[in-house]
Every structure is written in structure tokens, then in C-alpha cells.
């Protein structure tokens, strides 16, 4: 399965973007996604998850309350709604699937390109 995740911006601090992670070439009914992110000179981090029925979502601890990850089956796309973001939250964001959530990333083994999410005024 291909991943593309898109929906990356400019927006100010306390703003929202939802991110969107949209498989090809196979379907996300099996598979858990995860969401990571990455600035330059940093390890890349893991952000959430979202198990293969998602039922289940995980989230670290920085992002919680103010991030939700979504599924859509039928659409084949995983979502990240962030809603009031920080400048702190400024990074390449990533989406990836395997067959179940884990936080570290070298165990993900399929990957999307990323995209780039500026919270900044």
C-alpha cells in the first residue's frame, strides 16, 4: 500500500489543520497508521495512532487533548485533526501503517512522504 499524506500549512499559533493520509494500491482495513513528525537535527517522534479497526487511538503526551485521529474505511484515508497548535508543533509530519501501533518508528515499515505544518505569527 502507497501513503500520501497531505493537508500541511502556515497557520498561527492556536489555529487548526487536519492532516490527511490517503492510501493507494491496497486497503488500510488491516492496518494500524501512525502519525510522526520530524524537525531537522531531531530523532523523528511519534505523534498518534490508530489501530487496524480504529477503535483504538493513541496519542503522546504533548498532543493529547488537543490532536484526534480518525479512520475512514471506506474512504481508505487516516486522519489528524489538530486543533489548537503551537509553534512547538512546527514539523514534517508523516504518516506510516503496519499491523499494529508502536512508538518506535524504526519498526514502521511503510511509509508516506511527509508534510510540512508551520505554526508560527
Known amino acids: 500500500v502507497q501513503l500520501q499524506a497531505s493537508g500541511g500549512g ?3 499559533p492556536g489555529w487548526s489543520l487536519t492532516l490527511s493520509c490517503a492510501a493507494s494500491g491496497g486497503t488500510l482495513d488491516y492496518l494500524a497508521i501512525g502519525w510522526f513528525r520530524q524537525v531537522p537535527g531531531k530523532e ?3 505523534v498518534s495512532c490508530i489501530d487496524s479497526r480504529g477503535y483504538d487511538t493513541y496519542y503522546t503526551g ?3 487533548g488537543r490532536f484526534t485521529v480518525s479512520k475512514d474505511n471506506a474512504k481508505n484515508t487516516v486522519y489528524l485533526q489538530m486543533n489548537n ?3 512547538e508543533d ?3 509530519y508523516f504518516c506510516a501503517a503496519d499491523n499494529v501501533c508502536n512508538v ?3 519498526l514502521w515499515r511503510n511509509w508516506g512522504q511527509g508534510t510540512l505544518v508551520t505554526v508560527s505569527s
Open 10 to 12: 502556515l497557520v498561527q
Open 44 to 46: 523523528r517522534e511519534w
Open 62 to 64: 504533548s498532543v493529547k
Open 85 to 87: 497548535l503551537k509553534p
Open 90 to 92: 512546527t514539523a514534517v
Open 104 to 106: 518506535n518508528f524504526l
